[in-house]
């Protein structure tokens, strides 16, 4: 287990969460991807018992977590039990059957895999089970990977339990670059992440047609308050653009466009300007 | 004193032939997929239709071999009739197993053929105890491939808790990423082994052979580069060398096998049901090799129980059909580490073996995982001093069997290895 995580304890992460709750915000535990030992099952398993936050169930460990498995339901009770959830966009939801089966676990919200193409995201989205919400990932790193290993750690030659918390001088993780130079990827503690962030800014209008209940953004440490600012002012109907700045290395949206997730399409029929209604 | 279980042995079929080199060799059982987009391993020219699936079970079957399919990529929205299909074939055909990873695919198994045994693909990504036994009631699931990202101590774990059995991988090509959740491939192709069931496909693969050495290209991406003298390898996206802060090195995984061949004895106590080994894309030769020797390693374990001594020549047989032919024994060594970075470190040949462990991660023997007691496991003459990815590893006298291993030197990338590693190489990844 990463000892970062340890940095904030548990009472730390619900205090936050309550504090943005009061601020009106409605706040989603997202839980992690790669539940691996006996400690993130217990961190989890209290999180789930709090009952505060709604949780993002990102594993199949978290899903049987949430439906009171470890037998602390009778097995008769199980059936009933539905809490409900988010289910993230690492439990593999590719297709209809799937969709309606967590959505008949509890799900009340959806966060399609990052690699599915608007086509099919608007195709699951139509059919969806009913008081089912669909959040999009629109911008940011791309999580592509993750591992059991640290591949900071790993770059300064540290184990990964004595790593010194040497990720902490890099808060946007290093880059890693083809040896033609090409700005590839990013190494980032377990995962690993596309070094150009997606966006999906420019399909606001297209994504706000389709109904789409939520965008997510992933939070970067710099820039971070102007990206929320343009995507709400996009939602509500204004011309904006992503700046180079937030995204040194440059854009990507391939996968909405069906296409590579590393390339750079233009939105079809829905030029940045006509977003103004 | 010989053992009552040994775990079985789970083979991978390409084609036909494949099949009946697994089954003639010794497998258990043998694993396959058909010629389509439901399985993983989508390759041009491999995998089965019903016809050879039929001939493939009536072969099996003679031997007592049992045959696994795998349907396990993920079906597109609007097409999981295709995958239904599959099912059904299957099914029909008398498989001895599915080995699924969608939820939805699970429940129509489990509910149109509620008879037919069900195994959760390493694809389905599951790596605790809860992930696990969610599948068994939901399902009905009946035994678990992991992902090769856990250690020993955290697979002894899993199945002290887990209701279904358990398979690890055993030998083949290193995935270090939790599988079912890697889109390296589709960042970089637009497929990816979820949706069309190839991991860095072929007809992204360009070689060019330029000034500067031979590059190795998906989808355009320069993947890795090789000097003169230098063994090119598949481009797999994450097997290739970057430059991350001025160091060129493989900074995700190094193009290496599994081998887990010195941990048997562990893997069996703690009741692992099966071992797998990865290759449905390896030639039939390739799978009797691997076959062959880990079947003579299993029976041999079997007969000799706790007195079982590992044989040199069957770690010489295994190291030459590896990956770059190097091997590790992947996360199931992981004391805390991360597997060794190849690079800059210039340490000691033999004779100059630190009584501290390095940082690596080699917390001891890099065979039995015992951990590093100079007094105990490796004094004397008979220790071992591997030097691998630059830094330090030792193999205890009973890994060692007498330092037959051959001590390597590797320095980065200006000097790949010119002698194959015979023994472990490597930390644990």
Redesign the interface.
């Known amino acids: 287990m990463c000892a970062r995580r340890r940095e904030l304890r548990r009472e730390d992460w619900l205090g936050l969460a309550r504090d943005l709750s009061s601020a009106g915000k409605q706040v989603v535990l997202s839980a992690q991807?790669?539940?691996?030992?006996?400690a993130?099952?217990r961190q989890l398993r209290h999180l789930i018992d709090d009952g505060s936050f709604l949780i993002e169930a990102n594993?199949?460990?978290?899903?049987?977590?949430l439906?009171g498995?470890?037998a602390r339901v009778p097995a008769e009770l199980?059936a009933l039990q539905r809490i409900p959830f988010v289910a993230g966009p690492?439990l593999?939801i590719?297709?209809?059957?799937?969709?309606?089966?967590?959505a008949g676990l509890g799900a009340v919200r959806w966060v399609p895999?990052?690699?599915m193409s608007r086509e099919?995201v608007a195709?699951?989205h139509a059919g969806r089970p009913a008081g089912l919400a669909t959040e999009v990932f629109a911008f940011g790193r791309?999580p592509?990977?993750?591992?059991?290993?640290?591949?900071t750690?790993?770059?300064v030659?540290?184990?990964?339990?004595?790593c010194e918390y040497r990720c902490m001088e890099h808060p946007d993780g290093?880059?890693?670059?083809?040896?033609?130079?090409?700005e590839?990827?990013v190494?980032n503690g377990i995962q690993?992440q596309?070094a150009r962030r997606h966006t999906l800014l420019a399909e606001m209008s297209d994504i706000a047609d389709l109904n789409i209940d939520a965008v997510r953004i992933s939070p970067q440490s710099h820039h971070c308050l102007e990206i929320i600012a343009a995507f709400a002012a996009a939602r509500d109907g204004q011309s904006v653009t992503a700046a180079p700045e937030w995204s040194p290395e440059g854009y990507a949206n391939?996968?909405w466009h069906?296409?590579?997730?590393?390339n750079l399409e233009s939105p079809k029929g829905h030029d940045v300007k006509d977003i103004q209604r | 004193m010989p053992i009552a279980t040994v775990p079985d042995l789970v083979c991978p079929a390409g084609g036909l032939p494949a099949l009946k080199a697994a089954v003639d060799n010794g497998a258990n059982s043998v694993y396959c997929g058909f010629r389509d987009a439901t399985n993983a391993r989508n390759f041009a020219g491999l995998n089965f239709d019903r016809k050879t699936l039929a001939e493939g079970l009536r072969h099996a079957h003679a031997a007592g071999a049992n045959v696994l399919v795998a349907i396990n990529t993920y079906p597109q929205a609007g097409r999981i009739d295709e995958w239904h299909r599959a099912i059904d074939v299957a099914a029909e055909l008398g498989v001895h197993a599915l080995i699924v990873a969608d939820m939805g695919l699970l429940a129509y198994a489990s509910r149109r053929h509620p008879s037919l045994r069900l195994h959760l693909s390493v694809q389905g990504s599951a790596t605790n105890y809860e992930a696990i036994n969610f599948c068994h009631r939901e399902f009905g699931v009946q035994r678990t491939v992991l992902p090769r990202v856990l250690t020993l101590a955290q697979v002894e774990h899993l199945v002290k808790h887990a209701e279904t059995e358990i398979e690890v991988f055993a030998f083949g090509s290193l995935c270090v990423m939790n599988e079912g959740r890697c889109w390296l491939s589709s960042y970089a192709t637009g497929e990816s082994p979820n949706t069309v069931g190839a991991c860095s496909p072929a007809k992204y693969v360009r070689w060019d052979n330029k000034p500067a050495g031979l590059e190795a290209r998906l989808n355009g991406i320069l993947i890795d580069r090789y000097g003169a003298g230098e063994k090119a390898g598949y481009p797999t996206l994450c097997k290739g060398r970057f430059e991350v802060s001025g160091a060129t090195y493989y900074a995700l995984e190094e193009p290496t096998s599994l081998n887990v061949l010195p941990m048997l004895p562990e893997l069996a106590r703690i009741g692992v049901a099966a071992i797998k080994v990865e290759g449905r894309q390896r030639s039939p030769a390739y799978v009797a090799k691997v076959t062959r020797t880990l079947r003579a390693a299993l029976d041999a374990l079997r007969v000799e129980g706790e007195d079982f001594a590992l044989r040199p020549a069957w770690q010489a047989d295994l190291s030459r059909l590896a990956e770059g032919q190097q091997v590790t024994l992947g996360a199931y060594n992981r004391p805390g580490g991360n597997g060794g970075r190849l690079g800059n470190a210039e340490r000691t040949g033999i004779g100059s073996a630190r009584a501290e462990p390095c940082r690596c991660g080699h917390g001891g023997c890099q065979g039995c995982s015992e951990p590093w007691r100079p007094a105990r496991h490796c004094a004397g003459a008979a220790a071992v001093l591997l030097v691998a990815h630059g830094c330090a590893g030792f193999l205890c006298r009973h890994c060692a069997v007498g330092g037959r291993y051959r001590v390597y030197r590797r320095n980065g990338v200006r000097a790949p290895p010119r002698t194959a590693p015979r023994g472990l190489a490597g930390p644990g990844s």
């Open positions: 991807v790669l539940l691996e030992s006996e993130d099952l594993d199949l460990g978290a899903i049987g977590l439906r498995a470890s199980m690492h593999n590719y297709n209809e059957a799937t969709l309606a089966f967590f895999p990052l690699e099919r195709q699951l791309m592509l990977a993750f591992s059991a290993r640290c591949f750690a790993r770059h030659g540290l184990n990964r339990d004595d290093l880059e890693l670059s083809t040896r033609e130079g090409q590839f990827l190494i690993t596309s391939g996968y069906g296409t590579a997730g590393i």
